[in-house]
């Protein structure tokens, strides 16, 4: 993309109504604009990053065996009177009448629906284990949408849904998802620790939520601080192996890391004092088992081996997509700007040029950007007729982690330089080299 043709509209001063840094970078960066309180348009570069992100959680999800689909986000109310939760929603759930007078909602998360399509398609043992999810749009009133897209009203979510015959099955998806969780948060560059949390309206034993550690997160959180070096990596899992996946859960939960909801202050004296941390987190998933909470509400049911017809075992799992935005910011920054992680950045280099017009200069950068785009990769080159200055401190506000910069000078000693953006070092080298170093950098990305 040249910059002189893309819609980037960057803002130099500090937006007075953002409170926390992920939040103003966002608008600085032209990433996002609010059109109504906890509601907003995505402009361009928000809306690579998001599509990034969408991306990594797809992959991920039918890495683990799951299957995409998409649901609406209204919903008729008489699916919702079935299980009984649309008196107990609250004021948080956006009711809507149609033109005949119907109540319809804007969906806050979807049991009820997809417990509508399994029941109306699904109902043998031989059809499970069966795992749905779809990345739609949710909304919630929210009290005090706030940090931008951290706590919308308005926000997309990634919720999955299992669907198994009995309890060790369902606890299985349980065990699947959290694993498939911290793989996604891991390509995202995040370290997304999961805490046992509270069950709240949704119902159920079993829950964890993941946070990513912030000092701006709205939860209070617990852990032995060797919760943070633990990394899944590149090692391989058997999503089908129920021994595997269990272990991998179990060596992730086995230290302390709860959030306020579930702390308990006895067990937490117990880890050495050295390790024992408390500071904030932002949520940014949630897994759930909840039985036949809803399957029994809605009859649900799949006809079992010995001929027995009985309520399907199910559990909830969501990862809050437009959130993580926020929270990678949060976790990624510096007080020029964004670090975008190389999973999720909205291009994989940027080029700028010191004297646009001059011609080796503008041949050099032609050149350079043709040759990212044949290694399958987007650069952003700044073709403006732009002081040097402001060339950076837009590069350095957008993030992107790799820079290449081209000049006239360089180029009499047949070299360009690349910088990375995290550490701030950079290194001379002939056009080709730094072409190579990219395709290095995200060859294994
Ligand atoms: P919170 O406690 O932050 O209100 P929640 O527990 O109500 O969230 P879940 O029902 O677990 O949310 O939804 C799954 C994920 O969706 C959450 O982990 C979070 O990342 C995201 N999410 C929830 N509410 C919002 C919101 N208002 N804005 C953006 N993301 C949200
Ligand atoms: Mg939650």
């Known amino acids: 993309m040249r910059l002189s043709r893309y819609f980037l509209p960057v803002l130099k001063e500090n ?17 996002i604009k609010q059109q109504a309180a906890g509601i907003y348009s995505w402009l361009p570069l928000g809306y690579r990053v998001l599509k990034r992100i969408e991306q990594i959680v797809h992959e991920e999800q039918v890495r683990a065996g799951h299957i995409p689909l998409l649901m609406p986000t209204l919903q008729p109310a008489d699916l919702w009177r079935e299980s009984g939760r649309y008196d107990d929603y ?13 109540d319809m909602l ?19 043992y031989k059809d499970l284990p069966m795992t749905l999810y779809h990345i739609q749009w949710k909304f919630r009133d929210e009290v005090r949408p706030r940090f931008g897209v951290m706590r919308g009203r ?15 099955s369902a606890l299985h998806a349980y065990n699947r998802h959290m694993v498939s969780y911290l793989r996604t948060y891991e390509r995202m560059g995040l370290t997304a620790i999961p805490m046992r949390a509270a069950s709240g309206p949704i119902g159920g034993d079993n829950t964890h939520e993941f946070l990513v550690l912030a000092s701006t997160g709205e939860s209070e959180v617990f852990y032995d601080d060797r919760v943070t070096a633990l990394k899944l990596g590149a090692r391989d899992i058997d999503y089908d192996n129920w021994d595997q996946v269990a272990k991998v859960c179990e060596e992730f939960t086995t230290l ?7 702390h308990d202050e006895a067990v937490f004296n117990g880890v050495p004092e050295e390790h024992r941390k408390v500071g904030r987190g932002i949520e940014v998933g949630q897994i759930f088992y909840f039985g036949t909470k809803y399957s029994e509400a809605m009859g649900a049911t799949v006809v079992t081996k010995d001929g027995s017809k009985v309520p399907v075992e199910m559990g909830s799992h969501g990862i809050g997509v437009s959130r993580l935005l926020g929270a990678i910011i949060e976790a990624s920054h510096d007080d020029k700007g964004i670090i975008w992680p190389e999973g999720v950045t909205p291009f994989h280099v940027g080029i700028v040029n010191l004297k646009q017009g001059d011609a080796e200069a503008d041949a050099a950068c032609e050149a350079l950007y043709k040759s990212v ?38 180029l009499k000693n047949g070299v360009v330089e690349l910088t990375s953006r995290r550490t701030g070092e950079s290194v001379e080298l002939p056009p080709e080299q730094a072409i190579e170093r990219i395709a290095q950098i995200y060859a294994g990305i």
């Open 15 to 31: 937006p007075a109504e953002a409170q926390i840094v992920s939040h103003r970078y966002m608008l600085r960066a032209g990433m």
């Open 90 to 102: 609250g004021q948080e759930m956006l009711r809507i009448k149609d033109r005949h007078e119907r």
């Open 106 to 124: 804007y969906g806050p998360t979807n049991e009820e629906m997809i417990t509508d399509i399994f029941r109306s398609h699904v109902g043998s």
């Open 154 to 168: 308005e926000f997309l979510m990634k919720d999955g849904y299992n669907f198994d015959v009995d309890r060790e």
């Open 256 to 262: 302390y890391a709860r959030t306020d909801e579930t």
């Open 373 to 410: 785009a044949a290694l399958g990769l987007e650069a952003l080159y700044d073709d403006r007729d732009e002081r040097a200055g402001g060339k950076f401190a837009t590069m350095d506000l957008i993030g992107l982690p790799w820079r290449i910069t081209v000049g006239p000078r360089g």
